[in-house]
């Protein structure tokens, strides 16, 4: 399914998304919508614009990949799936994030991955690395990952 939301209202795109029979999904021209895929699963969902608040809250098991950046809250207490952003990421990126990845190709705001925690089976990772796709492999990048044997996991960060 392709849907193009120009000035679409988020309540109205939700819906959309939700009640698709399809599971590969492409929204074009998002400008600002809100709570795009919150809780949901079983979708691929290809984001071309600037998906707004909250992108992927309380996400169960979809695949998104952005197009450009984010707005503040993306994967907010995501727990499982994975989020891809070819761009940057606003502040509080994986609040409280519970388990699934998050890939930023670009920068991420204040806050990012704070409340980040693990349980049992569930481990929250965000990567956000380098524009330059030749320098991924060779520098550093940031896994914000809990790691430890107790089963309400710290955050630590490895460089």
């Given at each position: 399914m392709k849907i193009q939301a120009d000035l679409m209202h988020f309540q109205l795109l939700n819906d959309l998304v939700r009640?698709?029979?399809?599971?590969?999904?492409?929204?074009?021209?998002?400008?600002?919508?809100?709570?795009?895929?919150s809780a949901l699963k079983?979708?691929?969902?290809?984001?071309?614009?600037?998906?707004?608040?909250a992108l992927g809250c309380y996400l169960?098991?979809?695949?998104?990949?952005?197009?450009?950046?984010?707005?503040?809250?993306?994967?907010?207490?995501?727990?499982?799936?994975s989020i891809y952003v070819?761009?940057?990421?606003?502040?509080?990126?994986?609040?409280g994030m519970r388990g699934g990845k998050i890939f930023i190709r670009g920068n991420s705001g204040?806050?990012?991955?704070?409340?980040?925690?693990?349980?049992?089976?569930k481990l929250p990772v965000i990567v956000a690395f380098d524009e330059k796709k030749k320098t991924i492999l060779k520098h550093?990048?940031?896994?914000?990952?809990?790691?430890?044997?107790?089963?309400?996991?710290q955050l630590y960060t490895y460089s």
């Open positions: 009640k698709s029979e399809d599971a590969n999904i492409t929204i074009n021209n998002c400008t600002g919508q809100r709570y795009i895929a079983g979708k691929n969902i290809t984001i071309n614009g600037t998906p707004g608040n169960n098991g979809c695949s998104i990949h952005v197009y450009g950046n984010t707005q503040e809250a993306t994967g907010d207490t995501m727990n499982s799936g070819h761009g940057s990421c606003g502040d509080a990126t994986g609040y204040y806050r990012t991955g704070i409340h980040m925690k693990a349980y049992r089976d550093a990048f940031f896994v914000l990952e809990p790691d430890t044997k107790n089963p309400y996991k």
